[in-house]
């Protein structure tokens, strides 16, 4: 699955989006090393806090089916430039992704940022950082 397909299926993902709050749909598109798709979409709710954004379906939806290697993410909606994750998936990103693994943000006009996990969150906290405590 090349980057191009992986930014198609999360078009995909976005047509699932359960919007009726701020009808603002987000797909997301996982690719897992073993060469899986997990889509993920944004689910709001009237209790506006309970909000899942796509990227965090996704991988909560990966991770729950026991999927944890992933290769890499696209990440689409209908924004002026490439869609930007929000803080909460990004960390989200950094807890389950290595640094380097790639993530293209784009938009339905074909803009798009290739960037990586630590290159949304750099300096994030890590699992790494508590384990240098113990030692
Ligand atoms: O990268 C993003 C940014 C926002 N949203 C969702 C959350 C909410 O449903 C709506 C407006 O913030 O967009 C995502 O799913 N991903
Ligand atoms: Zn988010």
Not at 85 to 103: H, I, L, N
Request: glycine share 8%; proline share 5%.
């Amino acid at each position: 699955m090349d980057k191009q397909q992986l930014m198609e299926e999360a078009k995909t993902a976005r047509d699932r989006a359960y919007v009726p709050y701020s009808k603002f749909p987000v797909g997301a598109a996982l690719l897992t090393k073993g060469g899986k798709v997990y889509h993920g979409c944004n689910i709001e709710n009237s209790g506006f806090s309970m909000t899942n954004c796509a990227e965090r379906t996704a991988f909560f939806k990966a991770i729950s089916e026991g999927d944890t290697e992933f290769a890499a993410l696209a990440v689409t909606a209908d924004t002026p430039g490439p869609v930007s994750p929000c803080g909460a998936c990004r960390q989200v990103m950094t807890e389950f992704c290595s640094g380097d693994m790639p993530v293209y943000l784009t938009n339905l006009e074909g803009d798009v940022l290739e960037t990586t996990v630590s290159g949304l969150l750099p300096g994030a906290f890590r699992a790494e950082d508590m384990n240098h405590a113990a030692e």
